[in-house]
């Protein structure tokens, strides 16, 4: 009986045996070699791949939380341009009621000013209710 044939194999860059012949030790060693190594980029492979998988999860997960703030961040904007519009309006219409005030007292000091110069009187009654004479 033949003993197993050793050959060059270039892709594995060492040696192998030929199928159908029986493998030396030599050739054992390396396949036992070759199937650790095997094994140990598989178990990489399926640890990558579950990485990525948490990661894609990860994103998706970064995703969602970035649309649930620009949404919330559109509602504010609208709710700050809501309150800017109401504080506008209430502004003017304070504006408003300052000036139909000034221009009520302006009136009145005008009215109060035609009386007292019409009546002299006045002006000495407003002496004696200060207490001068």
Request: glycine share 6%; proline share 2%; aromatic share 2%.
């Amino acid at each position: 009986m033949a003993s197993g044939l050793a050959i060059a194999y270039p892709a594995l860059g060492k040696l192998g045996h030929v199928v159908g012949l029986r493998p030396t030790a030599v050739a054992e060693e390396e396949m036992e070699e070759l199937r650790r190594r095997n094994e140990e980029l598989e178990r990489e492979v399926r640890e990558r791949r579950a990485r990525e998988e948490e990661m894609r999860m990860e994103l998706e997960r970064t995703r969602a939380r970035l649309r649930a703030v620009e949404v919330a961040e559109e509602r504010l904007c609208v709710q700050l341009g809501e309150i800017e519009a109401e504080a506008v309006a209430e502004a003017r219409d304070y504006h408003r009621r300052i000036k139909a005030l000034s221009d009520e007292l302006e009136e009145a000091r005008r009215i109060l000013g035609l009386s007292s110069s019409l009546s002299p009187s006045t002006s000495h009654r407003r002496l004696l209710v200060d207490g001068s004479s």
